[in-house]
């Protein structure tokens, strides 16, 4: 599983018109593979570039039910 970088996450909001950029990636468990997720944002400026970040935060934390390993996350 690669993580997948910021720049994947400018370009859509390039393409599409967008502020804010929140990416959910999940690698489903398997034999092979121990599966995963990954959370990327982007935002075009600082504020939106914290909101998008508050997003992905909220999604880790309280929907996808992440350990917080780090009280500034």
């Given amino acids: 599983m690669i993580e997948i970088p910021i720049s994947k996450a400018r370009e859509i909001a ?7 950029i929140i990416i959910i990636g999940r690698k489903v468990e398997s034999e092979k593979d121990p599966g995963g997720e990954h959370v990327t944002t982007y935002g075009v ?13 909220h999604l880790k934390y309280n ?3 992440w350990a917080r390993t780090d009280e500034s996350d």
């Fill in 14 to 20: 390039e393409e599409f018109d967008y502020d804010q």
């Fill in 45 to 57: 400026d600082d504020p939106n570039s914290l909101a998008a970040a508050l997003i992905g935060n």
């Fill in 63 to 65: 929907v996808m039910g």
